[in-house]
């Protein structure tokens, strides 16, 4: 078998072991928020009375009609948490395949791959602001992140049209995608040609506006059917909803600090000193200039544009910026810097380097040591550190065991013995990496928590599809798997302007006062009583009032008609006689 079919072989199995250590789930986290319009789109009947899903916008409309037209295949979670694997995997190849352009043999690019790997296994993938590059669950960044991963390699290997296909078909089916994609890997093509001054101004527009146009020609016309949404976005925007939404409804992804960035900023600076180290060392070839060629654009655009949004939304706090968030491309800006750092350090060890290579290395070591990962974390970049050092020395064991070749007569490739220990020693590493999450990886599907699963049989069974609820804000999970409506939750919010205020307006109606975090609603809701019970009512149109047991001590009790029951929560019926109570 060649090296190139034990490089892809590894690279698939690798991939589909990553997607699997995720576990599989429905119904998580994002799924509560994007997979409501699309139960609507798929029965029209659903959720007459939910806010959230009757007129709050559908932001991810073409993920909508995605959804629903799967949901009208199987009304069931097997083929969406099915789909996700394959987005996974498809996303890890369109990595491997960057790879593959960066070190065109595939010998060198066999550790490097590895190696991003075990860091993938370790970090979960998950960078700055609460930004990751795969989840464990379908949601429109999943389509999102497998496009500008393909884009980005395709741009590598110089695919331009093929480049505009994935960009356009990622933002397609997440907007934010599309926007940041043509922004940063429009950066990217621009650093792709060589600076005018040394063709000519006329020259250098005559390489540029055919390669942009074959490459953002599709992009573009999506970016023209999306720009009425765009435009109704900013027209109902408010300084108070965003300042509900930075302050309140998602601080995680919209207040950074230079501590946060920390991580993705040390790995942007050693993925320049990798490069740059490189570059300079006298001992020149063509790995070399291969390296710096594909990562150098992608580098520079992907990279420097987070960059640069990060350090003006964090310095500045510039309200455009923030809800651009530029941060979710971040995952992409370290898989690149990942690759810069480790197929330098690679072909460093195993094709020779200088000293000024190797204290650039060093140095860029050092860096992502100190900043770069979690305390619990650096184990790993000191093992990928010594795997480059373990590559280095046999390299020169190899040569002195060998005679000398006449210059003319060097081949610029790795020996063979130093290329099989390095990828070998790779492959351990990448194993024990993956030993505690593949460890708990169960062949089930994880959705509705055990304790909500007699609750949401008895509303499905019992209750009217008219029916309006009272939730406490976190259960999230409680309109998409009982498929009734809610007065609001804590994580649907929208994202129009006018959409944030009516939601912060309904959490403050059920917290009972003004919140400024989801805890501050949820014991706000626990303390809920008869009077505050019976103006929702009236204002809402609620039927049923949903609590968490056990209630706070001095809670009030005495709310109304008790219709279900069970050890984790009590269902009240507001508007008259209740049915015989439920059970579990």
């Not at 959230?52 to 948490?81: C, N, Q, T």
């Not at 250098?204 to 016309?221: D, G, I, N, Q, S």
């Not at 655009?301 to 960059?307: D, K, S």
């Amino acid at each position: 078998m060649s090296w190139t079919r034990v490089y892809w072989v590894v690279a698939l199995v690798a991939a589909v072991a990553l997607a699997l250590s995720f576990g599989l789930h429905y119904g998580m986290s994002n799924q509560q928020t994007y997979l409501i319009h699309a139960l609507v789109r798929f029965d029209p009947t659903l959720f007459p009375n939910d806010w959230y899903a009757r007129e709050a916008a559908d932001i991810h409309s073409m993920w909508s009609r995605v959804a629903a037209l799967l949901l009208s295949i199987h009304d069931g979670p097997e083929h969406l948490v099915a789909i996700e694997l394959v987005l996974t995997v498809v996303g890890c190849l369109a990595i491997a395949w960057l790879v593959r352009a960066a070190l065109p043999d595939p010998r060198e690019a066999l550790p490097v791959l590895l190696g991003w790997y075990a860091l993938a296994f370790v970090s979960r993938t998950i960078d700055v602001m609460g930004s990751f590059l795969f989840a464990g669950y379908l949601q429109p960044s999943s389509f999102g992140e497998a496009g500008i991963l393909i884009a980005a390699a395709c741009l590598a290997h110089r695919r331009h049209v093929t480049f505009g296909v994935a960009l356009a078909l990622g933002g397609l089916l997440h907007l934010n995608f599309l926007a940041l994609g043509l922004a940063s890997l429009g950066l990217a093509q621009l650093a792709l040609t060589p600076r005018w001054p040394a063709l000519g101004f006329g020259a250098w527009l005559r390489e540029l506006l055919p390669r942009l146009a074959r490459a953002f020609a599709l992009p573009l016309l999506v970016f023209l059917w999306a720009l009425p949404q765009f435009l109704v976005a900013a027209k109902t925007g408010s300084a108070e909803a965003t300042r509900i939404v930075v302050e309140i409804r998602a601080p995680h992804h919209f207040q950074p600090t230079w501590e946060a960035l920390a991580p993705f900023l040390a790995w942007q600076g050693a993925g320049w000193l990798a490069l740059l180290a490189r570059r300079w060392s006298r001992v020149r070839d063509q790995a070399a200039d291969a390296i710096w060629d594909t990562l150098l654009p992608l580098h520079a655009g992907v990279g420097g544009f987070v960059v640069v949004c990060a350090a003006v939304a964090t310095a500045l706090h510039v309200d455009l910026v923030l809800q651009l968030f530029p941060f979710r491309f971040a995952p992409l800006a370290s898989v690149i810097a990942a690759v810069a750092v480790l197929g330098c350090g690679v072909t460093a060890a195993l094709r020779g380097a200088t000293w000024p290579a190797w204290c650039g290395l060093g140095l860029a070591g050092a860096v992502l040591a100190s900043w770069g990962v979690a305390p619990e974390q650096r184990v790993w970049v000191f093992a990928l550190g010594a795997l480059v050092a373990v590559a280095a020395a046999l390299r020169v064991l190899l040569a002195r065991r060998r005679p000398p070749q006449p210059a003319q007569q060097r081949v610029p490739v790795p020996a063979l013995e130093g290329a099989l220990v390095t990828a070998g020693l790779a492959a351990c590493l990448t194993i024990a990496a993956a030993w505690t999450p593949l460890g708990a990886f169960a062949p089930r599907i994880h959705a509705l928590p055990q304790r909500q699963r007699a609750l949401v049989q008895w509303v499905r069974t019992t209750t009217e599809l008219d029916d309006v609820f009272l939730v406490p804000p976190s259960l999230g999970t409680f309109r998409m798997f009982a498929r009734r409506s809610v007065v609001v939750d804590w994580k649907s919010a929208g994202a129009y302007g006018t959409d944030i205020l009516e939601w912060y307006r309904r959490i403050n109606r059920v917290a009972g006062h003004r919140v400024r975090k989801r805890t501050h609603a949820d014991k706000g809701y626990a303390r809920m009583d008869r009077a505050r019970a019976e103006e929702l009512r009236r204002e809402f149109g609620v039927r049923y009032l949903v609590l968490q047991k056990p209630r706070a001590p001095g809670a009030p009790v005495d709310i109304g008609a008790v219709a279900f029951e069970n050890g984790a929560y009590v269902v009240y019926r507001l508007d008259g006689p209740a049915p015989p109570p439920g059970t579990p």
